[in-house]
């Protein structure tokens, strides 16, 4: 029985002899949202594309439910492992519903149409993330948040039970943020998403998150809770920054400087 | 890019405007026919074809009818090379003219012509392999971690006169053209061009479906369990057969390529399951529609759909050129 468990073993990668990731290795929690951290360039997103067969290791392998994802067709990878990428790009005419119909391209066949089950889930993934009103508009009619919201329903569609999600707030304003990162939140807790994902923002990686990962030059500085993770030694050590961390109300939270 | 207003539905429109231009492109076949110095009437052009031998209408089925046909199966092939190259190269103004393909396949179909003149065929497939060879060094070029869209014109553009240039240097000034455009087209060309029209065409309507997932960045199509690199490859090849077989049996024409899928969209919107067909119909039309009118509007001197499409298509280009601020920035 598969049970979605994702080890990073031992991963190395450099880009044009420059190294970005030196033997990282950790265990994402399954069930769980953990979020990787780390100042610009320390290889968050790289990680992220290493462990979405988008890119090869230079050394070290990816394993899901113990087997070296190198060796797992894109195909079957895509039924159980989707990405929200950072840089989206669709045609300006393309609906919502055609969008998050290319959901369920993994599952799709050349010689039988759309079934029943591809239109329940395509409906499905719209109501989870809240776009039902919105499913016939061309995505050039769309706010960003809007936009964001149709390609993480589109993720929702493959049915899968990882779902990576790369700096999933970047572009939006604070409204959408926060329903986006609500949203992950409620999927996780709803259906027991296993969730990856990059953040910048400090704050919202120590609300939204079960487990926290901090990346320095290529390597796991720091993993764990997030109350146990923050600290202002470990955000010095990642971003060169001497930053306060208070506590209130059993959580701790970083006051932007 | 903007589509026209929504008004309509989308199935009604489309299938307003297969229809129009289904019966545009009919029409426009017989005026072709009929048309020219050698002037017959519909009657006569019906009794001719399918009732009675007439020496005017056999004479027109010898010469003028081969013509129309390479131009609608050219036109149809070169809209269709831009359409998948646009979508390969994510790029609105690739166009196989503009970036050095019909130019390499230009060259190595004269090398074809002069080295192997006998051997019936041989040109398409030179064509096919100096137009590929043209495609890589483009695609190689251009490539700095990821292709960049003005890059690939840049490039394309040299590629196109260095292969241009050694054109004209081997085989005389005339501009690249294997043949001297649509000008006595014979069944033999339009034969070999039916054979590889009969290769690429179903070949692109089966890859259709593949091209709308170019449009997505690459990591979200292979997200989706698509292998963009495969993908971009083999509609590439088919662009670059389509381009080169036209090439090889009609010349370089410019714009063609370019215009017909930017109408297309504008018409169909940019699903590749109807736009491919569509454009294919649109591009058939256009070449054919310029091919007529360049016979008939200076008669009995007749301007070459080339340049007629360069007239047209370089102030399009332009126009182009000037919203592509939001191309580069994609």
């Not at chain 1, 009619?141 to 899968?160: D, E, H, N, V």
């Not at chain 1, 923002?201 to 926290?212: F, G, P, R, T």
């Not at chain 2, 100096?130 to 483009?138: D, K, Q, R, S, V």
């Amino acid at each position: 029985m598969a049970n979605n468990r994702l080890i990073v073993e031992n991963i190395s990668f450099s880009y044009g002899g420059r190294p970005v990731l030196r033997g990282v290795s950790f265990e994402v929690k399954t069930g769980k949202v953990t979020t990787l951290i780390g100042a610009n360039a320390c290889g968050k997103t790289t990680l992220l594309l290493l462990m979405t067969k988008n890119l090869k290791p230079d050394g070290g392998r990816v394993l899901l439910d113990g087997r070296d994802i190198a060796g797992i067709r894109l195909r079957d990878f895509a039924r159980k492992a989707a990405v929200v990428h950072q840089k989206t790009a669709a045609p300006d005419d393309l609906s919502v519903e055609k969008l998050v119909a290319y959901g369920r391209t993994p599952h799709a066949s050349a010689l039988r149409g759309r079934t029943a089950a591809d239109r329940e889930m395509i409906a499905w993934a719209m109501k989870a993330a809240g776009i039902t009103d919105i499913a016939a508009q061309p995505l050039g009619a769309l706010s960003g948040g809007q936009r964001q919201l149709a390609f993480i329903a589109m993720a929702l569609a493959q049915g899968a039970k990882l779902l990576f999600l790369d700096e999933p707030t970047t572009f939006l304003d604070i409204r959408y943020q926060v329903e986006t990162l609500r949203l992950i939140r409620e999927l996780n807790a709803r259906l027991g998403l296993t969730v990856l994902m990059v953040l910048h923002d400090i704050n919202q990686a120590i609300v939204y998150s079960d487990e926290v990962i901090g990346l320095k030059d290529g390597s796991v500085l720091t993993r764990g809770a997030p109350g146990e993770v923050i600290t202002e030694d470990a955000l010095f050590a990642m971003y060169g920054l001497r930053l306060p961390v208070r506590e209130d109300g059993g959580r701790v939270w970083v006051p932007p400087v | 890019m903007k589509v026209l207003p929504q008004k309509i539905p989308l199935l009604w429109r489309r299938s307003l405007a297969c229809a129009v231009l289904g019966l545009l492109t009919f029409g426009l076949f017989f005026t072709a026919l009929k048309s020219g110095s050698l002037s017959v009437t519909w009657d006569e052009l019906r009794r001719g074809l399918f009732v009675a031998y007439d020496p005017r209408v056999a004479a027109i089925y010898d010469l003028r009818f081969p013509r129309v046909v390479v131009a609608l199966l050219a036109g149809g092939m070169l809209a269709l090379s831009g359409l998948f190259l646009q979508a390969a190269l994510r790029n609105p103004l690739a166009d196989p003219g503009i970036i050095g393909i019909a130019g390499g396949a230009a060259f190595a179909a004269s090398l074809a012509g002069a080295l192997f003149p006998m051997l019936y065929f041989s040109k398409p497939i030179f064509a096919f392999m100096g137009g590929m060879l043209a495609f890589l060094l483009i695609y190689r070029l251009a490539w700095k971690g990821s292709l960049d869209p003005v890059r690939i014109i840049l490039v394309g553009v040299a590629v196109s006169a260095v292969f241009t240039g050694l054109s004209a240097a081997l085989f005389g000034p005339a501009i690249a053209a294997p043949g001297s455009g649509l000008i006595q087209r014979s069944w033999s060309d339009a034969r070999q061009l039916a054979l590889c029209a009969a290769g690429g065409i179903p070949a692109a309507l089966l890859l259709a479906p593949v091209c709308d997932f170019m449009a997505l960045e690459d990591r979200t199509a292979r997200g989706l369990g698509i292998n963009a690199d495969l993908a971009r490859g083999l509609i590439s090849v088919v662009a670059v057969i389509l381009a080169a077989a036209a090439t090889a049996i009609i010349g370089t024409v410019g714009f063609l390529a370019l215009i017909a899928p930017h109408m297309a969209r504008r018409i169909v919107g940019s699903d590749h399951r109807i736009l491919t067909p569509f454009t294919l119909l649109l591009g058939a039309f256009i070449l054919l529609a310029a091919d007529t009118l360049g016979r008939v509007i200076a008669a009995p001197v007749e301007i070459p759909a080339a340049v007629l499409m360069n007239v047209v298509g370089g102030p399009f280009f332009i126009i182009l050129l000037r919203k592509g601020g939001r191309i580069g920035k994609q």
